[in-house]
């Protein structure tokens, strides 16, 4: 939460959500929108490959520790 005096300083749509003045000028907004279009891309890869990582080959690395033969080809 911020307080009064930062929070009367913040732009619209930025209140209450910490101290300091917030974005100030038109590269403020880029930087920031920016940055979330990258952390956003990276969660949805991160994810998609998490959830299915097409790992389907016999010599992919995790299956020297799926196999109950632990020997390498």
Same mark, same amino acid.
């Given at each position: 939460m911020a307080c009064p005096l930062c929070e009367k300083n913040q732009p619209k749509g930025f209140e209450n959500i910490t101290h300091g003045q917030g974005p100030e000028g038109n590269i403020d907004y880029v930087i920031m929108y920016s940055a979330i279009l990258i952390v956003g891309y990276t969660l949805i890869m991160s994810l998609k490959y998490l959830i299915k990582p097409? /790992?389907? /080959? %016999? %010599?992919h690395i995790k299956n020297l520790v799926l196999n109950e033969n632990n020997t390498l080809n």
């Open positions: 097409k /790992e389907r /080959e %016999s %010599s």
